[in-house]
């Protein structure tokens, strides 16, 4: 981190400032969009205009701004006023200042700053309302007014954009389905053999690992669920299914967490620890008497 601040003060480079102009007061002024474009193209040596200030005894002076003839006629085809007018504000409360630089020629010379002056007034430029100011303004609202895109009639087939039938993620996601296959309903009394099956080795599922298991529709399963399992819908069991309780029949000498099923809400109040495993004949009994 020093050697980063270290190279960051040696790229900083200190220039002398010239300040024999710092007394001088300067102007601001804002000038309207065309005639900074005309100035931007008028030569150094070239006149862009004359400034006219006119004191009335009792009231402001006037300050009054016309474009010369060969800015003007910098671009023949576009027409722009030529009498402005300027409305003066004084700066107050603030300190503003215009700068130069020049860029030396020469490598080994030092680039120079200038201070041209303090700005002590603020000039706004706006031109008279004359036949040529409303002329312009009725071109740039015509203008503005052309909508950027056209309809346009072809009379051929263009070839920058072919349309596609069907993309490539819709067409795997079918393929992936067919080779899925459709979920038929299998017969209810085989279906309830997986899901006692399943439930042998773990007695908590949700509704996703039983559709995986049983490859049966939803609806249709949620329908036998609801006959054979309780829908826990308070924690740590949330939102899974288990088997009513005339359904199970748990080994008293299982281990503690054998298997990856979860304990009952017995095992907190000291009770045998119960299993997660069912015997094929007594499930077989189990499934008869719901018959």
Request: proline share 4%.
């Amino acid at each position: 981190m020093s050697q980063g601040k270290e190279e960051g003060k040696s790229q900083h480079i200190d220039r002398e400032l010239d300040l024999s102009n710092a007394g001088r007061g300067v102007w601001l002024v804002k000038v309207p969009k065309y005639i900074a474009q005309k100035w931007e193209k008028a030569p150094s040596q070239m006149d862009v205009g004359k400034l006219r200030i006119s004191k009335v005894a009792g009231s402001k002076a006037q300050v009054s701004l016309t474009l010369s003839d060969e800015v003007v006629n910098l671009e023949p085809d576009v027409k722009i006023p030529t009498e402005h007018k300027l409305d003066v504000s004084v700066v107050t409360k603030q300190t503003l200042g215009v700068f130069s630089h020049v860029i030396p020629a020469a490598k080994d010379e030092s680039e120079k700053l200038y201070m041209e002056g303090r700005i002590v007034q603020k000039l706004e430029c706006r031109p008279v309302a004359d036949t040529s100011y409303m002329k312009l303004k009725m071109e740039s609202f015509m203008k503005a007014a052309v909508p950027q895109k056209k309809v346009q009639a072809i009379d051929k087939i263009v070839q920058n954009f072919k349309p596609v039938k069907d993309h490539r993620h819709n067409i795997d996601y079918v393929q992936k389905k067919k080779a899925e296959g459709k979920k038929a309903r299998d017969d209810k009394n085989f279906v309830m053999d997986m899901l006692f099956n399943a439930f042998e080795k773990h007695q908590y599922y949700n509704i996703k690992d039983l559709v995986k298991i049983t490859k049966q529709p939803i609806g249709y399963l949620k329908e036998i669920l609801k006959e054979v399992c309780d829908y826990n819908m308070k924690n740590p069991h949330k939102n899974m299914w288990e088997l009513k309780k005339e359904y199970r029949h748990y080994k008293a000498d299982d281990k503690d967490g054998e298997g990856s099923g979860d304990k009952s809400d017995d095992d907190d109040d000291g009770q045998e620890p119960v299993g997660n495993t069912v015997n094929d004949e007594d499930a077989m009994d189990v499934f008869s008497d719901s018959d």
